[in-house]
């Protein structure tokens, strides 16, 4: 049987993130400064995302053929597969007809968060949806197309140890780069575990479930050994959204990671408690580079308000600290244009990203995901249902005290403020740019051990207080 895997690159997507229902990038607004911020964001390639190549190996061992199509739509195959992101499903949507248009007898299957919360996106259009993990077609395939329901559930992987490795190689995997994380490329992505416990009704990492699973450190590394000799990655990206939350795993995996025949980076996202001094000093000896954390915002009402746990005793910037003197980037997620946002705490946020002062600070606009507990709560305040502006960098919100255009220049406000300030560049520019560090440029002295990540009692922010909306806000213009 002929399988097309259909992609799209355009609308600056990565269809990875965002718990697969993908971001865009950042339009540059604010001028000069902000095209170059802009340039920085689109040098890189990122990968594909990691469920194609889980789908490539799948109907591979079935004994498919494969092919991958990046905006194209190949006449004569079987089955086209779609995984569409939020941002592209216009575009998807037309491809899709043109597939079942130029090859009458053909199946369109439908994969992803998007199908699994938005399967009225798909009216109209004689497609099947694969509500589920798309890997469930390794075990469920033939039963997904016998059947004539329009929507198949398949659930998810019990054991992501039955896995087969993911296949690169439709991909142009040589081109895949991720230069905010790593200084060697080719990059691959790689996954230790899916799934998170937390609670916030925001994310779309919970949609489908709200626990863990893991995979043996074993598997992982020889992934990782067969990801260096069959596509020459020399860096790697967990796509895990709660990276350490089994210790024991986590050592073990830094030593396998110690052992595999090439010295490799790699990146992780996790929760900064999650993440202590030792397992820190134990992934960055054998290549850990850089740790994307959320952030979000220095409002514990705000975090509570929308069931973020709170970082127990504000100690975001010893962590960016540690990570520092360690030689550890970080990249911090910071959240503006809730609701309720007013000029001055969009401006707060921005003041302790400055305090914290992270490698890379990212600056994303609220963005409702559907199938979110988020999304149902405030359906009424969505400006608009046109999934194409879901880039997380584009006001969608119908806000109490600004309007859509304040909230988009108060956005890129923050990121060439945050960027274009000496101190940024003088504690991060080594690592940044490597090179710096063997021309002389220091990182800073180790933090004292009381000055390390540590979880203690709860206590209120008082460098940077709550801020209440107010009508004075509500007009401000942006200095």
Same mark, same amino acid.
């Given at each position: 049987?002929?399988?097309?895997?259909?992609?799209?690159?355009?609308?600056?997507v990565?269809?990875?993130?965002?718990?697969?229902?993908g971001v865009?990038?950042?339009?540059?607004?604010?001028?000069?400064?902000? /095209?170059?911020?802009?340039?920085?964001f689109?040098?890189?390639? /990122?990968?594909?995302?990691?469920?194609?190549?889980?789908l490539?190996?799948?109907?591979?061992k079935?004994?498919?053929?494969?092919?991958?199509?990046?905006?194209?739509?190949?006449?004569?195959?079987?089955?086209?597969?779609f995984?569409?992101?939020?941002?592209?499903?216009?575009?998807?949507?037309?491809?899709?007809?043109?597939a079942l248009?130029?090859t009458?007898?053909?199946?369109?299957?439908?994969?992803?968060?998007?199908?699994?919360?938005?399967g009225?996106?798909?009216?109209?259009?004689?497609?099947?949806?694969?509500?589920?993990?798309?890997?469930?077609?390794?075990?469920?395939?033939?039963?997904v197309?016998?059947?004539?329901?329009?929507?198949?559930?398949?659930?998810?992987?019990?054991?992501?140890?039955?896995?087969?490795?993911?296949?690169?190689?439709?991909?142009s995997?040589?081109?895949?780069?991720?230069?905010?994380?790593?200084?060697?490329?080719?990059?691959?992505?790689?996954?230790?575990?899916?799934?998170?416990?937390?609670?916030?009704?925001?994310?779309?990492?919970?949609?489908?479930?709200?626990?863990?699973?893991?995979?043996?450190?074993?598997?992982?590394?020889?992934?990782?050994?067969?990801?260096?000799?069959?596509?020459?990655?020399?860096?790697?990206?967990?796509?895990?959204?709660?990276?350490?939350?089994d210790?024991?795993?986590?050592?073990?995996?830094?030593?396998?990671?110690?052992?595999?025949?090439?010295?490799?980076?790699?990146?992780i996202?996790?929760r900064?408690?999650?993440?202590?001094p030792?397992?820190?000093?134990?992934?960055?000896?054998?290549?850990?580079?850089?740790?994307?954390?959320?952030?979000? *915002?220095?409002s514990e009402?705000?975090?509570r /308000?929308?069931?973020?746990?709170?970082?127990?005793?504000?100690?975001?910037?010893?962590?960016v600290?540690?990570?520092?003197?360690?030689?550890?980037?970080?990249?911090?997620?910071f959240?503006?244009?809730?609701?309720?946002?007013?000029?001055?705490?969009?401006?707060?946020?921005?003041r302790?990203?400055?305090?914290?002062?992270? *490698?890379?600070?990212?600056?994303?606009?609220?963005t409702?995901?559907?199938?979110?507990?988020?999304?149902?709560?405030?359906?009424e305040?969505?400006?608009?249902?046109?999934?194409?502006?879901?880039?997380?960098?584009?006001?969608?919100?119908?806000?109490r005290y600004?309007?859509?255009?304040?909230v988009?220049?108060?956005?890129?406000k923050?990121?060439?403020?945050?960027?274009?300030?000496?101190?940024?560049?003088?504690?991060?520019?080594?690592?940044?740019w490597?090179?710096?560090?063997?021309?002389?440029?220091?990182?800073?002295?180790?933090?004292?051990?009381?000055?390390?990540?540590?979880?203690?009692?709860?206590?209120?922010h008082?460098?940077?207080?709550?801020?209440?909306p107010?009508?004075?806000?509500?007009n401000?213009?942006?200095?």
């Amino acid at each position: 049987m002929r399988i097309v895997l259909w992609d799209t690159r355009k609308l600056d997507v990565a269809k990875d993130f965002a718990g697969g229902y993908g971001v865009g990038q950042f339009p540059g607004g604010g001028g000069i400064g902000g /095209r170059v911020v802009r340039h920085f964001f689109k040098r890189d390639y /990122r990968p594909t995302a990691l469920v194609f190549a889980y789908l490539a190996a799948i109907f591979r061992k079935l004994g498919h053929h494969v092919e991958y199509s990046l905006d194209r739509v190949p006449v004569g195959a079987d089955v086209y597969i779609f995984n569409p992101s939020l941002i592209t499903l216009p575009l998807e949507r037309m491809a899709m007809s043109e597939a079942l248009a130029a090859t009458p007898g053909s199946r369109v299957l439908v994969t992803g968060p998007v199908a699994y919360s938005m399967g009225e996106a798909f009216d109209g259009l004689d497609v099947t949806i694969v509500r589920g993990e798309a890997e469930q077609l390794l075990w469920k395939f033939d039963d997904v197309m016998q059947s004539s329901e329009r929507t198949v559930e398949v659930g998810k992987v019990a054991d992501l140890d039955e896995l087969p490795f993911p296949d690169w190689s439709p991909f142009s995997p040589g081109r895949f780069s991720i230069g905010f994380d790593f200084t060697k490329f080719p990059t691959g992505l790689v996954q230790q575990s899916r799934g998170c416990t937390l609670k916030c009704n925001y994310c779309p990492y919970i949609i489908l479930e709200n626990s863990t699973r893991l995979r043996s450190p074993e598997m992982v590394a020889a992934e990782m050994q067969r990801g260096i000799q069959l596509y020459g990655f020399r860096s790697f990206k967990f796509r895990d959204p709660l990276f350490g939350v089994d210790r024991k795993r986590v050592f073990r995996l830094a030593e396998l990671i110690g052992s595999l025949p090439k010295k490799i980076e790699f990146s992780i996202e996790s929760r900064i408690d999650l993440l202590r001094p030792d397992v820190l000093r134990a992934l960055r000896d054998v290549g850990l580079t850089s740790i994307t954390v959320g952030i979000e *915002t220095p409002s514990e009402e705000t975090l509570r /308000r929308y069931h973020r746990a709170p970082i127990r005793d504000d100690k975001q910037r010893d962590f960016v600290l540690l990570c520092r003197a360690l030689g550890i980037r970080t990249v911090a997620g910071f959240m503006i244009g809730f609701p309720e946002d007013t000029e001055r705490s969009i401006r707060t946020v921005l003041r302790y990203a400055k305090a914290v002062n992270p *490698t890379f600070a990212n600056f994303n606009v609220v963005t409702p995901y559907p199938g979110t507990e988020f999304f149902e709560e405030i359906r009424e305040q969505i400006a608009t249902f046109d999934t194409s502006k879901y880039t997380v960098y584009t006001p969608v919100l119908k806000y109490r005290y600004l309007t859509p255009e304040q909230v988009s220049e108060l956005h890129a406000k923050c990121f060439l403020s945050y960027y274009f300030r000496g101190r940024w560049f003088w504690a991060n520019a080594p690592l940044v740019w490597p090179r710096l560090q063997r021309m002389g440029w220091r990182l800073p002295p180790m933090p004292e051990p009381d000055q390390n990540v540590h979880v203690g009692p709860p206590k209120p922010h008082t460098s940077l207080p709550v801020v209440q909306p107010g009508k004075e806000d509500a007009n401000r213009r942006v200095a």
